[in-house]
């Protein structure tokens, strides 16, 4: 069975940073009930591929939900919205700052209509503190949560991950919050409010970061190959520095394009066995004695040496390749995988980690699968809904409308475009 049978939820997030929690609740079982404006998520427009299809952007973080249109701007609609909230268990939102308020729907009034009902809310800063009115997307929370500074060379500019931390880390972090809030809801018939700020979520996942910050104030960071103590309290851009105990780096390999990297690890267990390998190659056959290399401490010192020289022996090996000879040393390795890579690697196709699907309007299309495998509940992926599909159908199962109640709904306006704005 699934395990979220039963929970019912609102979704009235959009984008980005909702949609991935709502869409990772439904992979679990939950009813997801998509809530969106007549004109419907704007994703479904963006960065199409496909003319007058949904674009990627919206398929691949709405599957397994069913979406109805709601305009929240007429007085029916909102009675349509209240009648939803009677019968969800959570409700979630991600909108700029202010904006269900000025629907008219505080946390306030939507306990007071649902006393049970779990509210989750994404925003930029929260509803709280001098950023709380700002709206927010991914890279400005990324840059304001401190993964940007910390993130590139030390001699460049701050650059932004290409993992979405601030979006999809953010629904992430909600996820949690509404499953506990969920679980006190269940045993005190209270729900709350769940607030994630996407800063808040980003520096969370930059935790590291600020142990460094606070051991800068005693000296400099050894593990970093790069100069750290310069009287200044930030910790630095790392570059491929492995930010933790061990030291590790992205080494180049055969034939130098631009994913030819394997990411090493020169573990303190591991320095012995792959001093042993790659020494003879590089004539140096004493290597795992060099006393340059002895300890984990003088391999910090020397690490630029180190790097030189499992690089020299890597040039002579594809990615591949290197990590056939590391692996069976027990030396922690990646190579560093490509979207093509990983769209074509048999352990991510074996654990169902990019799922073929269908599609009304664009035919066949590929998502990345659910990377939480529940043991008596697997997740069974289903494409994203069209705009509205199936709007008669909450309408009549989930709330209980007759087609006549519905065809007055339609005629006064509950469901189609708002009036433009002036
Ligand atoms: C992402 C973001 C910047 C987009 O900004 P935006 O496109 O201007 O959208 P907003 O959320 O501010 O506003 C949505 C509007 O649609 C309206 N709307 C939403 N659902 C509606 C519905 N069902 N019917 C009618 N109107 C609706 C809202 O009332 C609001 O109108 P208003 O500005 O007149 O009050 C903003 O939503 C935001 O900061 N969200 C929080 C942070 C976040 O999640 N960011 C990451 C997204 S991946």
């Known amino acids: 069975m699934e395990a979220l049978k039963g929970v019912r939820i609102l979704d009235m997030t959009h984008v980005q940073a909702g949609p991935t929690c709502s869409q990772l609740l439904a992979w679990m079982g939950a009813d ?19 003319p007058n299809a949904d674009s990627l952007y919206f398929t691949m973080l709405n599957c397994n939900k069913r979406s109805i249109t709601v305009n929240m701007k007429s007085a029916d609609g909102k ?19 202010g904006v269900l308020e000025r629907l008219g729907f505080t946390w306030e009034k939507i306990h007071e209509i649902n006393p049970k009902i779990v509210v989750g809310s994404i925003k930029g800063f929260g509803s709280s503190g001098p950023y709380a009115e700002f709206k927010a ?11 940007m500074s910390t993130t590139g060379v030390p001699e460049g500019p701050p650059f932004v991950t290409g ?6 880390g953010t629904g992430l972090h909600l ?12 045993r005190t018939g209270q729900g709350q409010y769940v607030e994630v700020a996407m800063m808040d979520g980003v520096m969370n996942l930059c935790r590291v970061k600020f142990r460094d910050h606070q051991r800068l104030t005693r000296g400099s960071l050894s593990e970093y190959s790069v100069p750290t103590h310069q009287g200044m309290g930030a910790a630095p851009r790392a570059g491929n520095d492995s930010g933790g105990g061990q030291l590790g780096n992205a080494i180049r390999c055969k034939p130098g394009g631009p994913n030819d990297f394997i990411y090493v690890v020169v573990q303190e267990a591991v320095w012995d066995a792959l001093a042993r390998r790659i020494g003879p190659d590089l004539g140096i056959p004493d290597l795992a004695t060099d006393p340059k290399f002895a300890t984990i401490g003088e391999r910090r010192k020397n690490q630029a040496q180190m790097w030189e020289l499992i690089g020299e022996f890597a040039l002579k090996h594809t990615k591949r390749e290197f990590m056939e000879i590391l692996n069976p040393l027990d030396v922690p390795c990646g190579p560093i995988m490509s979207t093509d890579d ?7 196709r074996g654990r169902e980690m990019y ?47 007759d087609a006549g109640q519905i065809d007055k709904l339609k005629t006064a306006g509950a469901f189609s475009a708002p009036p433009k704005k002036k």
């Open 32 to 50: 997801v009930i998509k809530f969106e404006p007549p004109q419907g998520d704007a994703t479904r427009g963006q960065l199409r591929d496909v």
């Open 79 to 97: 009675t349509v919205f209240v009648d939803l909230l009677k019968k969800c268990d959570i409700m979630m939102e991600n909108f700029g700052p």
């Open 137 to 147: 997307y991914e890279n400005v929370a990324q840059a304001m949560g401190g993964a």
């Open 163 to 168: 993992a979405q931390i601030g979006d999809s």
């Open 175 to 186: 996820a949690i919050g509404l499953l506990a809030a969920l679980h006190q809801a269940n």
């Open 342 to 348: 990983l769209a074509n690697d048999e352990h991510v």
């Open 355 to 401: 799922v073929e699907l269908d599609h009304p309007q664009r035919g066949k299309w590929y998502n990345v699968g659910m990377p939480i495998k529940l043991s008596a509940s697997p997740a069974v992926i289903k494409r994203s809904p069209l705009l509205g599909e199936h709007t008669d159908e909450v309408l009549k199962e989930v709330l209980g409308y």
